[in-house]
């Protein structure tokens, strides 16, 4: 079924570390957040690609600051997308986390004349973005909204989200993003693992090497998705590209993959996060 044909568009926001590229693949509509170095302002993902957004993280004294699209920004997705649909599913990154999901709300209630389904994925990055992917395919499939959200809401809390970070200086810089505050009193060695919980991100362990942290990403996703021959997951990284495709090698071998993507993640996990953070999301049918 085409994306024109499909009774329920699907959408999301670029913390979902879908590239517009992926949208158009799995018929997603990816509206971007705003990023801001200094005085000029980026469109995630339109006009500022991943390779340039490290680039810019590296070189700026300062953290860039992000804000979620505007109310306009969902009224004109919507009214386009309306169109074609006869309902939308939008997804976006957890309210704890950014106020996407208030722009999104907004906008529905501007257009009441349109069924507009606002979710909260109580996550962001690849967690969010496979949530997208399935809910596309669902609506690919002929399913209508309601099959959909229900889909959705299902996945939210089967899913789950697991990284390490390589350097503790961007959690110091940045120091806000839920419980990981508690690991600024920690020895800078330390290479903490880091989950979203209750839309935040929460840390898990504290191991003092790269090598145990990224070991240890494995073995809790293990734990989670126990002896199931169905897994759909994603290597997430942030500029660290050589480093996701080993990771993504480890994973094929270890576990029963029916989909496994890699994506880098954006500003949201980039800006508090910082280059060199490594991680997997996943759920298991």
Not at 59 to 81: G, I, M, R
Not at 114 to 141: F, K, N
Not at 215 to 222: Q, Y
Request: glycine share 8%; charged share 20%; proline share 4%.
């Amino acid at each position: 079924m085409s994306e024109l044909e499909r009774k329920v568009a699907v959408v999301t926001d670029s913390t979902s570390s879908l590239t517009q590229a992926m949208g158009q693949e799995y018929g997603i509509h990816v509206l971007p957040i705003y990023v801001f170095f200094g005085t000029q302002t980026y469109h995630d993902g339109v006009d500022l690609d991943a390779e340039s957004f490290y680039r810019l993280l590296r070189e700026s004294k300062q953290l860039p600051t992000t804000s979620q699209p505007t109310v306009v920004d969902f009224v004109q997705a919507y009214s386009a997308l309306s169109e074609q649909a006869e309902a939308i599913v939008s997804i976006h990154l957890s309210q704890e986390m950014s106020a996407t999901l208030d722009s999104a709300l907004g906008a529905s209630r501007e257009l009441p004349d349109v069924p507009i389904h606002v979710i909260d994925s109580r996550s962001t990055s690849m967690h969010l973005g496979l949530i997208a992917i399935a809910a596309a395919r669902a609506a690919a499939a002929g399913q209508d909204a309601a099959e959909v959200v229900r889909l959705v809401k299902g996945l939210i809390p089967q899913t789950n989200i697991i990284f390490t970070v390589k350097t503790m200086e961007y959690l110091r810089k940045g120091g806000r993003i839920g419980g990981a505050t508690a690991l600024l009193g920690s020895a800078l060695s330390i290479k903490p693992v880091l989950y979203v919980r209750d839309g935040q991100v929460e840390p898990l362990e504290k191991p003092r090497t790269r090598k145990r942290a990224v070991g240890r990403v494995l073995d809790l996703m293990a734990e989670r998705v126990g002896s199931s021959e169905a897994i759909h997951a994603a290597v997430l990284h942030c500029d660290v590209p050589d480093e996701a495709q080993v990771l993504a090698e480890q994973v094929t071998a270890r576990f029963h993959c029916v989909e496994l993507l890699t994506t880098e993640a954006g500003p949201i996990i980039g800006t508090h996060c910082g280059p060199g953070t490594l991680g997997v999301a996943f759920y298991a049918e």
